[in-house]
């Protein structure tokens, strides 16, 4: 029932941003942990970023730490990642992730819900 849907993805040149969105429905948005999660061809799913239910605790992986950051309007059940200096290793699908409950924030198999994700491009 719950549904994410991703959008904001695009070609970019390196050293460029972008903002991706998510929006949830059918869910209690407010209660979820968020989190995005981002694919490249030929490579496993890893973990980019995760917020809390209220927005006050943040994590990042090491490799957009200081780049990305990940921001969520409960009011509009809507998670962001604003993602800036873009580089080409960058590239990938990116997916959004809700959990209801606490668990280990950088696996996959602690998410109930994922979008179909946007793809991110970005050109050296």
């Known amino acids: 029932q719950v549904q994410l849907v991703e959008s904001g993805g695009g070609l970019v040149r390196a050293g460029d941003s972008l903002r991706l969105s998510c929006a949830a429905s059918?869910?209690?948005?407010?209660?979820?942990?968020m989190a995005w999660f981002r694919q490249a061809p030929g490579k496993e799913r890893e973990f980019v970023a995760v917020?809390?239910?209220?927005?006050?605790?943040?994590n990042y992986a090491a490799s957009v730490k200081g780049r990305f950051t990940i921001s969520r309007d409960n009011a509009k059940n809507t998670v962001y990642l604003q993602m800036n200096s873009l580089k080409p290793e960058d590239t990938a699908v990116y997916y959004c992730?809700?959990?209801?409950?606490?668990?280990?924030?950088?696996?996959?198999?602690?998410?109930?819900?994922w979008g179909r994700g946007t793809q991110v491009t970005v050109s050296s």
């Open positions: 059918g869910g209690t948005f407010s209660n979820y942990r």
């Open positions: 917020i809390s239910w209220d927005g006050v605790i943040t």
């Open positions: 992730a809700g959990a209801r409950y606490s668990g280990t924030y950088y696996r996959e198999n602690a998410y109930d819900y």
